[in-house]
Every structure is written in C-alpha cells, then in structure tokens.
C-alpha cells in the first residue's frame, strides 16, 4: 500500500505497534518504519456483525498522514465510530425481549381496523367526501348486488314457509304464518342475509382491490400526488355500503315475503289475503327502524374491515389471497356478533306482537 509516496506494509510487523482487541473491531497505531514523514496506519479487522439476516465479514484499511506536532511525534489518529459503540451483548435482557417481541397479525389488522374506522368517521363529519367515486361504489354495491340478493331472500322465504306451515297446521294457526314470517324477516333474517351477500361480493372485492393497490404501491403514489388514501379510497366504500344496505334491505324483505305468499298459496292453499293480513297486524314501525338501523350497522362493518384487510395486505399475490379471504371470514363473523348485540339490546323483555293475531 502507497503511503506519503512510499511503499509501506500495514500489519502486526510494523514497529510501535498497539492492539486494542475488542469483539467488535482490532484497531493498530503506530509509525511506520518504511515512510520517512510520521503517519499514522489504521487496520480495521474483519468484524463479525450481529445481525442474524447477513454473515457478510467486512475488512477496510485506512491510512491517514499525520501532522507532525512541535515535539515530533505523530499526532493520533481520530477513533472510528465503532470504537464507540457498546457490545450488544451488554445489553439488559428485557430490552432484547423487547426488541425481539412483535405483535400478532390479527391485534395489527384489528387496532388498523379501529383507526380506519375513525378516520372515516372523521372524514364524514368534516364533509370531505370524493362523490364521484362514491356514486362509482356505490353502482357497485347496490344495483350489481341487487339481483343476487334478492335470489338468495326469496329462496330463504320459502324455506322458511314450509318449515311455519307444516307446524302452525298441526295446531290451528296457520293465520299467524304471515304474522310469524313477517317478524322473522325483518328482525333478523333480510338484514343478516344481506349482509352476508355484501360480505361475500362487495367485501372480497374491496379487500382484494386495496390489497392489490398496497402491494403495487400505488398507494404511495397518492400520497406522493398529496391525495389522502382514506379519502379517496375507504371513505366512499363505506359511504356506500352504509347507504345501500338499508335499501337492499328493504327489497329483500319484500322478495322474503311474495315467495312465502305464492309458496303458501300454491302449494299448502293458504289464501295470500291471510298471510299479507297477518304479517300487517304482525308488524311494527319499530320493527322497521330496527331492521333498518341493522343493515345499516352491517354495512359499515362489512365495508370498513374490509378496507382496514386490504391496506394491511404484504406479501405479493398470495398476501392479496389471504387477505381477501380473512376479510370474507372477520366479517362473517364480526356480522354474527354485531346482530346479537344489537337484538340483545333491541328486543328486551316479553314481546307482545303475537297477540295482535289472535
């Protein structure tokens, strides 16, 4: 190695020389014997890093020329950064558990689900709202899932119709079908079939849309056009999910109700006039609001954590495949415990809308 012009060797050989040993680097000082002006030779040793993910050994020599002082001697060399550094292993072991503990997936994607929720709420009150793109969703979530829904709710009606009439036959009640029905319908079957439609087509499909967005990286690209991905994205998704679900709602339970008429007219010859004029006398304005106030809520809940699943999707295509299917799956099961709390809240007490079809 050339140093000061001369041909010098750098070493444990070298003259004068100091090891200070330590794990993390071996440093030499010394004048050179075979340079005529005073320097200075450092050699850095391989070091061993501590990071599990690479075992790359790195060696570097540096050479500086020293300025000679009033005395003569040579002037020591500055120390390098990793003289400075403490040995990890002196650390105390509860920040080592500390640093070593990460969260679990579903407590993330649960306190990301939260947060979203917040911001959007937010959002809603400070009247920032892309209206474009939520009559874009909200095309999406209503009139493209309308006729899915409606299948699915007249199929359930007629089961249901079968199961009522058999029995309500045998005891002499079958004007208290259409009551019994109409209750059933709207307190709980029409807004938790709904919502299990909405999770299985509108959720899977925001979940995979966003998640694709992530891992693609086009929600950076947002940000870096200073556009809000909540705002753009989230906010009209649940917006519309909050809106159509009251509506399919509504068109479901009609659906629910003219198959169980034309089921029990056609095949067990109940007239349609009793069945229409029981489930009258059955139903509440308060069964109504609360039918509606439920679709509402499951909306919302369907359309937030799906949004929150797909802004926390990593892992390329196959993250997208898990997200959306564990977004289908949380919802699912987020539905079940959102209706029970709602009905354990609405419906206290002894229920009185079977006597009005005595």
């Known amino acids: 190695m050339l140093v000061g012009g001369m041909q010098a060797s750098?070493?444990?050989?070298?003259?004068?020389?100091?090891?200070?040993?330590?794990?993390?680097?071996?440093?030499?000082?010394?004048?050179?014997?075979?340079?005529?002006?005073?320097q200075v030779c450092i050699q850095?040793?391989?070091?061993?890093?501590?990071?599990?993910?690479?075992?790359?050994?790195?060696?570097?020599?540096?050479?500086?020329?020293?300025?000679?002082?009033?005395?003569?001697?040579?002037?020591?060399?500055?120390?390098?950064?990793?003289?400075?550094?403490?040995?990890?292993?002196?650390?105390?072991?509860?920040?080592k558990a500390l640093a070593s503990l990460?969260?679990?997936?579903?407590?993330?994607?649960?306190?990301?689900?939260?947060?979203l929720g917040g911001q959007v709420i937010s959002r809603m009150c400070q009247g920032k709202i892309h209206w474009k793109n939520t009559l874009e969703q909200l095309k999406l979530v209503g009139p493209q899932s309308l006729g899915v829904a409606l299948l699915t709710a007249g199929f359930v009606g007629m089961v249901f119709t079968i199961q009522f009439v058999r029995e309500f036959a045998k005891l002499g009640l079958t004007r208290s079908v259409g009551g019994v029905m109409a209750l059933a319908l709207s307190r709980e079957l029409t807004p938790v079939v709904t919502a299990i439609i909405l999770a299985g087509r509108v959720g899977s499909a925001f979940a995979a849309e966003l998640g694709t967005m992530q891992v693609s990286e086009q929600m950076d690209s947002l940000r870096v056009l200073f556009t809000d991905p909540v705002d753009y994205l989230v906010t009209p998704r649940v917006i519309a999910s909050m809106v159509a679900g009251p509506i399919l709602n509504v068109l479901c339970f009609s659906m629910g109700i003219g198959a169980s008429v034309l089921l029990a007219d056609l095949v067990y010859n109940v007239p349609a006039n009793i069945i229409v004029d029981s489930a009258r006398r059955a139903l509440t304005g308060?069964?109504?609001?609360?039918?509606?106030?439920?679709s509402w809520v499951f909306g919302s809940v369907v359309a937030t954590i799906s949004c929150a699943w797909g802004f926390t999707t990593s892992g390329g295509a196959k993250g997208v495949g898990e997200s959306t299917t564990s977004a289908v799956v949380i919802s699912l099961v987020s539905i079940f415990i959102v209706d029970f709390?709602?009905?354990?809240?609405?419906?206290?007490g002894q229920g009185t809308a079977l006597k009005q079809l005595k």
């Open 10 to 38: 750098l070493g444990r050989n070298c003259a004068g020389g100091r090891i200070l040993e330590k794990q993390a680097s071996l440093i030499d000082h010394h004048p050179c014997n075979y340079a005529k002006t005073p």
């Open 44 to 95: 850095q040793h391989p070091i061993r890093t501590r990071i599990p993910q690479t075992s790359e050994r790195r060696s570097a020599a540096i050479c500086h020329v020293a300025t000679p002082s009033a005395a003569g001697a040579p002037q020591p060399a500055p120390e390098t950064e990793s003289m400075a550094m403490e040995d990890s292993a002196d650390a105390p072991g509860i920040l």
């Open 102 to 115: 990460k969260p679990p997936r579903w407590l993330f994607r649960s306190v990301a689900c939260l947060i």
């Open 286 to 294: 308060y069964d109504v609001f609360t039918s509606m106030v439920k």
């Open 341 to 348: 709390v709602l009905s354990f809240a609405f419906y206290q």
